[in-house]
């Protein structure tokens, strides 16, 4: 019970830090609808719902990685990371409240996101709407976990998409297999998995990475 | 509360700390000194749980919660008010009654009138005197404090040797300081290090 009050109370301070920046979702959202503009007029022709959820995936994870990239910017820019750690919570706490303050950004952007790939694009149906919100969790657990590691390093905007990047082509994988196949249970089944798996290892490790 | 044997920190090839001893009995009060570059802050950051020593042993009788740090970082948000900031902190430490303690913090350290401000709008001595609320939030047992009078004025200092006479005996204490003629009255045992 106080870990949901300490997870709320890390979230909630992660939301006030953005109502009051807003460094973070408007980068966001600029980012994500110039990408299908860019798309729309850069695409010759009419280009087929096969090529069309390629790119919808491609806008999703680099989205997420430009606000994983700024997620631990407040902690690491006035070195607030030692008052966390400090502080008796479970470390842990800290993972899952950024995890669920990113998660929320990116959704939000996504609100935006997806009617304007509708608009642009090809309508989306209930399965991709799904693999969307499951590829989240899972871009989010791994992703936060990857940022607070990259973040005390020197070269962290290298580091973070070196080592994201390759750890999210299962979620790339499950996602457009989700949207494009008839009978997508399987790949949902898989994102759930993956989802799943990582969270629970992000969350038993995160101790290790946030001791010195 | 603490006891400290043969510590030592080094960065790659470089020796900060080496052999240090440190006892510190409940309800001390050690001020420890030395030059910039001598590892103050290295030692105090190996005491508060920050950082791991490379050599030797260090022993602390007090859990997280009962440890209050002050680094040469405030430690605060700057983009939250300075009640929002100890708000967070309070209820990440527990603290009971948290908002009568946080108003009581606020008010004796002068900041009361301002604390619907952002932190980034304080002046470097404001935002001292937040800190120093954080760390003494809590009621910790151990208080670590790296320099605690800097940026503070002559008022600033006034309250802050006040609060520290007041936790005398009843609470241990570790301080660094580039004054140790400030705090001589307080101290129970000193430990210089040099580079
Ligand atoms: N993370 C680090 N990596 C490498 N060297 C470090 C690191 N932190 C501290 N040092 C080195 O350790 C030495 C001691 O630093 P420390 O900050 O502990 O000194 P200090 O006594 O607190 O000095 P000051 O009076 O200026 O605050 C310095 O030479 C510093 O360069
Ligand atoms: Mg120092």
């Not at chain 1, 009617?115 to 899972?138: K, M, N, S, W």
């Not at chain 2, 800190?131 to 503070?152: G, I, K, Q, T």
Request: proline content about 5%.
């Amino acid at each position: 019970m106080t870990y949901v009050r300490d997870v709320g109370a890390l979230a909630r301070k992660d939301l006030l830090l953005e109502l009051r920046a807003r460094d973070t979702l408007p980068a966001m959202l600029l980012f994500v609808a110039a990408i299908f503009v860019v798309f729309h007029f850069a695409l010759p022709g009419t280009p087929s719902k096969l090529e069309t959820t390629g790119f919808l995936w491609v806008a999703i994870l680099f989205t997420a990685l430009l606000g994983l990239g700024r997620a631990f910017v407040p902690e690491r820019e006035q070195r607030t990371m030692d008052g966390l750690v400090l502080a008796p919570c479970d470390r842990s706490a800290i993972w899952l409240a950024k995890s669920l303050a990113t998660l929320a950004f990116l959704a939000a952007a996504e609100v935006v996101a997806l009617p304007l790939y509708a608009l642009f694009f090809h309508g989306l149906g209930g399965a991709a709407v799904a693999a969307v919100i499951l590829a989240d969790l899972g871009i989010c657990a791994v992703g936060t976990f990857l940022g607070a590691m990259a973040v005390v390093t020197r070269a962290r905007d290298l580091l973070l998409p070196l080592l994201f990047l390759p750890l999210a082509m299962p979620i790339v994988v499950g996602a457009v297999g989700a949207t494009v196949v008839d009978s997508p249970g399987r790949y949902l089944g898989f994102l759930a998995l993956y989802d799943l798996l990582f969270a629970v290892v992000c969350w038993a490790s995160f101790e290790y990475v946030v001791a010195e | 509360m603490l006891t400290a044997r043969r510590l030592g920190k080094r960065y790659g090839e470089k020796r900060v700390l080496r052999g240090i001893d440190l006892a510190l009995p409940r309800g001390g009060f050690v001020v420890v000194t030395g030059p910039n570059g001598a590892g103050k802050t290295t030692l105090l950051r190996i005491c508060a749980g920050l950082a791991q020593p490379t050599e030797g042993t260090i022993e602390r009788q007090a859990a997280r919660a009962q440890v209050g740090y002050l680094g040469h970082e405030p430690l605060v948000y700057r983009e939250l008010t300075a009640l929002e900031n100890l708000e967070l902190y309070g209820r990440l430490y527990r603290v009971p009654e948290r908002r009568e303690r946080i108003g009581m913090l606020l008010e004796r350290f002068g900041l009361w009138e301002a604390r619907h401000d952002r932190v980034a709008s304080y002046s470097r001595g404001m935002t001292q005197r937040l800190a120093l609320c954080r760390v003494l939030l809590h009621e910790p047992e151990l208080l670590v404090l790296d320099e605690p009078y800097s940026a503070l004025d002559e008022a600033g200092a006034e309250l802050l040797d006040a609060q520290l006479a007041e936790l005398r005996g009843e609470r241990t204490c570790l301080l660094a300081t580039h004054d140790p003629a400030h705090v001589r009255p307080l101290a129970s045992g000193a430990l210089a290090l040099s580079t």
